[in-house]
């Protein structure tokens, strides 16, 4: 709807991983890094881990479409699978055929494997969303990893997920598989602005644009502080502001436009963080008055005021007790009654 308004090829900000629209930051490239090392050395067990949207997906099918034909890649999508199931699964991946049970396949597939193996070939069997799968199916993986010879892994295995892995894999139950990971590694968000703005204008370089500059610093700022360098909700928010400065007739997106789209999809940056902006620009008010503010400056500090006969503060003394700048129109911080009061116990303290 809008590609033509802003004279694009295609859209720049699909949801879908296509891998033509990668972005390399320096955790991605060690990603990366890790798997063409780790399946090219034959390291057996490797664990990527990354937020929501960060890219992990993207980047395991931008490697598949690279990979040489000499390897055979089985591509798991759907973690939740009984171990029956992700056996099924995998020899039907693998092209392993002619068998009627658990005890059958396991002989087809190392044979399958020894041969592959045999000729240069490898094979790699890779687990997206790892996180989600049972102890029974992380148990029988790491027993898929002893398909090996006295020299190499004759079968690789890569497991990504989300940062909930890790605690996965620090299970007690699976002290065996996590000892036998050989690479790890981690996909972080864009780091700031300045690395958001490359990936907006890199995406939309790919997809055809006369200029990169459609949104304005100060739309991108925003949409780095709403999506917090999560690429996909960048893209969720790039997309929508487009659209929203199409139907306005808007040639540069600006942060007025970026705002509203955030509201919609409740991705303010304060609302992120439970608190508004009105509350976030307003200091918390005092919970004393000024003058139970002073005495309290004064028994930290040590100074015991005196009191009239009739009960009242004698405010000669707080007055003294309270430093000139310290008065009711420039209250006491907490923070240095709270210097006041450790200065006080120190001096109880010799």
Not at 54 to 68: A, P, S, Y
Not at 190 to 200: D, F, G, K, V, W
Not at 204 to 210: D, F, I, K, N, Y
Request: charge should be negative; proline fraction near 5%; charged fraction near 25%.
């Amino acid at each position: 709807m809008y590609r033509e308004f802003y004279n694009l090829k295609e859209l720049p900000f699909a949801l879908t991983p296509d891998p033509r629209f990668i972005y390399f930051t320096p955790s991605h490239t060690e990603a990366m890094a890790n798997l063409h090392y780790g399946i090219e050395s034959g390291k057996g067990l490797i664990v990527v881990t990354g937020e929501v949207g960060t890219g992990k997906t993207t980047i395991l099918r931008w490697m598949m479409q690279r990979l040489d034909r000499t390897v055979l890649v089985g591509y798991v999508i759907n973690p939740r699978l009984s171990v029956p199931e992700f056996y099924q699964h995998i020899a039907r991946l693998l092209g392993v055929e002619s068998w009627q049970n658990k005890s059958e396949l396991l002989f087809a597939l190392g044979d399958t494997l020894a041969e592959r193996h045999a000729r240069g070939l490898r094979t790699v069997l890779i687990i997206d969303e790892a996180h989600g799968l049972s102890t029974a199916v992380l148990e029988e993986i790491r027993l898929l990893s002893n398909f090996e010879s006295d020299a190499a892994k004759h079968l690789q295995l890569v497991l990504t997920g989300q940062p909930e892995l890790r605690t996965v894999l620090n299970n007690p139950d699976l002290r065996q598989l996590k000892q036998r990971v050989a690479l790890r590694c981690e996909i972080k968000p864009l780091p700031n602005a300045a690395e958001t703005e490359r990936y907006i204008k890199a995406r939309l370089s790919v997809a055809g644009a006369e200029r990169t500059d459609i949104f304005s610093p100060g739309a991108i700022d925003y949409i780095y502080r709403c999506a917090g360098g999560i690429p996909r909700q960048i893209n969720n928010l790039c997309d929508n502001a487009l659209l929203a400065g199409f139907a306005t007739g808007e040639r540069r997106i600006s942060r007025a436009t970026v705002e509203e789209v955030a509201d919609t999809f409740d991705m303010l940056p304060d609302a992120r963080h439970g608190l508004t902006g009105l509350e976030r620009a307003t200091p918390p008010a005092p919970i004393f008055k000024a003058a139970g503010r002073a005495e309290l400056w004064a028994a930290g500090n040590g100074q015991h005021e005196q009191a009239h006969p009739n009960g009242a503060d004698d405010a000669r003394t707080r007055a003294a007790a309270t430093p000139a700048a310290q008065t009711a129109d420039d209250p006491l911080d907490v923070s240095d009654i709270g210097a006041a009061f450790r200065r006080w116990d120190a001096m109880g303290d010799r």
